[in-house]
């Protein structure tokens, strides 16, 4: 830097562990000069308190200030550099969203400007740029490609060019401020907070896009799953219709049938009848013929004339006996009616059944519940329990699908694992979730204490977790009969005792859900998690502070069945 060089050395104002120019320089008691957050972030890495250039060792950690005039130097280096770097940068006129910046002095025909002034707090085209070049004054001014805003590149209390970024109050402040009011704030130079901004800004754009993604491939799949279910239905119907409509013909061709039975039995009957009855009237003729001879052979007072005529009078009766024909009609019909009666009662009854399981999928309220289980568990996992990340006072069981508390153990003598939990007693399971949904059930059965959720990959494994909502776990906590999240202490969010509890996790949507499977009541939902590392089960079978506690956590295996079969 050709207009440094001559008075100042950049290595001079250069921070030893950041390698960028000091932002509030502070100075070690050896001597040395480095940025106060650097150094101070150096010093919480390490147990000894030394020098991160001589090595000096230091009996107490030094009380650090910053020192002003090593600033004031800083602050006058970084805006040499900001203006030979712009001096130095080929004319490359920017233009705003607006349109391109326009000259600030030109009155009569507006020009496009080259340049902005950020000691004159204006934009100058070619002509009116001259002066910056020539006069020995202005050339010390900071000359910046063309911008449309730049009192926003100003200090507005001191009227000097923004250098750094207050980290503490996420501001860009000037050098009076940063030696004023943030003299013991996180600061940093504005370059390395704009490759902060940038470095975090690729990071959300990733997890955007990654999420856009995410959301599209959902939007897709529930387009093919609406395409498929608009085709299952069409088939559905046409299939209903087609199968009662070739019912209600066999109806018909049953009835017709029937009907034509019925009528050909009946006449049948009458024809037999009829023969019968004109074979009895034929005999009844035939009888009263003979009885009237009789008759006339009783009233001859002729001996002689009954004697004679006798012989000429049949006496052979009828053969036919009325008693060996016997119609009884009503006994088939009665027949024909009992099995008609029987058949349509049937049918009735596989109506009904019918009737019932259509109605079913709408109003029945344990169909509803079975058709949510259902639906959780088609993305059920299996998941085991990691031994690694387990509380001492733990035990896991071989399968790795139960953990319990053992009151038989002590913590002293054990070996902690770098991913054990020590405070809580807990235990994490071993799949990871970081994109789409995600269940699975665990069994708490009478156990009168417990905590269930889900815990981010770098959840604090030492000591205490804070309970508050940015502590990177969401978990529901039951305490005798009532539940309470473990991000909000003492605030109760459902009541009642469950045996069993299903998990689900749509990660995607930042929610957690937490139901009851043996009724499916929703115990909590967490909403708006902004999920952004892995998650992990995370089980807690706490202690036997409330007594009757020691049974198992079991993590129970769920298989998806048909709530359609009961009907089938």
Same mark, same amino acid.
């Given at each position: ?56 060792? !230091?009996?107490?950690?030094? @009380? ?25 940068? +080929?004319?490359?006129?920017? *233009?705003?969203?607006?349109? +391109? ?32 070049? &020539? ?11 063309? @911008? ?27 050098? @009076? ?55 299952? *239905? ?28 019925? /009528? ?40 002689? #004339? ?55 999928? !709408? ?74 949904? !995600? ?8 156990? *009168? ?12 494994? &030492?000591? /205490? ?17 009532? !539940? /309470? ?55 807690? +079978?706490?202690?036997?502070? #409330? ?9 129970? +295996? ?5 709530? #359609?079969?009961?009907? /089938?």
């Amino acid at each position: 830097m050709a207009s440094c060089s001559s008075l100042l050395s950049e290595e001079q104002f250069l921070c030893a562990i950041c390698l960028d120019v000091f932002t509030q320089p502070v100075s070690t008691p050896c001597g040395h000069n480095f940025c106060m957050s650097c150094i101070s972030s150096y010093w919480d890495d390490y147990e000894l308190c030394r020098c991160p250039l001589c090595k000096e060792t !230091f009996d107490r950690r030094p @009380v650090l200030k910053v020192n002003t005039f090593i600033s004031e130097l800083s602050s006058q280096f970084r805006s040499l550099q900001v203006k030979d770097a712009h001096m130095m940068k +080929p004319v490359q006129p920017q *233009t705003s969203c607006e349109g +391109p910046v326009l000259c600030g002095i030109c009155s009569d025909t507006e020009q496009t400007a080259v340049k902005s002034c950020l000691e004159c707090l204006t934009s100058f085209c070619d002509v009116h740029l001259e002066p910056h070049h &020539r006069a020995a004054g202005l050339k010390r001014h900071t000359l910046v490609e063309p @911008v449309s805003s730049l009192e926003d590149r100003i200090c507005k209390e001191h009227a000097r060019l923004l250098t750094a970024f207050c980290r503490a109050e996420q501001v860009l402040i000037c050098d @009076v401020c940063c030696s004023l009011k943030h003299i013991d704030h996180d600061v940093i130079s504005v370059q390395r907070a704009y490759e902060e901004v940038r470095a975090t800004l690729d990071d959300s754009e990733s997890y955007l896009q990654q999420k856009t993604e995410e959301r599209l491939q959902n939007v897709q799949a529930m387009k093919e799953s609406l395409d498929k279910s608009k085709s299952e *239905t069409k088939s559905v119907i046409a299939e209903s219709i087609q199968e009662l409509t070739e019912l209600i013909s066999e109806i018909h061709q049953s009835q017709t049938k029937l009907v034509q039975v019925i /009528e050909e039995r009946q006449k049948a009957a009458e024809n037999q009848a009829n023969e019968y009855i004109v074979s009895m009237e034929q005999e009844i003729t035939h009888l009263e013929s003979t009885a009237a001879k009789i008759r006339e052979l009783k009233q001859s007072e002729d001996h002689l #004339y009954p004697l004679l005529n006798m012989p000429k009078i049949s006496l052979q009766w009828p053969t036919m006996n009325s008693l060996t024909f016997n119609f009884d009609r009503h006994v088939d019909v009665h027949h024909i009616r009992q099995c008609l009666s029987k058949t349509v009662s049937e049918l009735r009854k596989q109506l009904r059944v019918m009737d019932t399981g259509v109605q079913q999928l !709408f109003n029945r309220k344990d169909l509803t519940d079975d058709l949510l289980l259902y639906n959780l568990r088609y993305y059920v996992v299996d998941v085991s329990l990691d031994a690694d990340t387990a509380h001492p006072l733990l035990i896991i069981s071989k399968d790795r699908k139960q953990v319990r508390y053992n009151t038989g153990l002590a913590l002293s003598g054990l070996t902690l694992k770098p991913n054990t939990f020590t405070a809580h007693l807990a235990v994490l399971g071993d799949t990871a979730i970081s994109t789409y949904k !995600f269940y699975f059930e665990v069994f708490v059965g009478g156990k *009168t204490e417990w905590c269930l959720g889900l815990a981010n990959e770098s959840i604090q494994r &030492r000591g /205490e977790i804070l309970r508050r909502p940015d502590c990177g776990l969401w978990a529901i906590w039951f305490i005798q009969d009532k !539940f /309470e999240t473990f991000c909000a202490p003492n605030l109760p969010v459902h009541y009642g005792k469950v045996e069993r509890v299903g998990v689900f996790v749509r990660y995607e949507s930042d929610s957690i859900e937490f139901y009851d499977v043996q009724t499916m009541t929703e115990i909590y939902r967490f909403t708006d998690c902004s999920f952004t590392e892995k998650l992990y089960p995370y089980l807690n +079978p706490c202690d036997n502070e #409330y007594g009757s506690n020691l049974g198992p956590m079991i993590i129970v +295996p769920v298989v998806p069945s048909n709530p #359609y079969s009961s009907l /089938e």
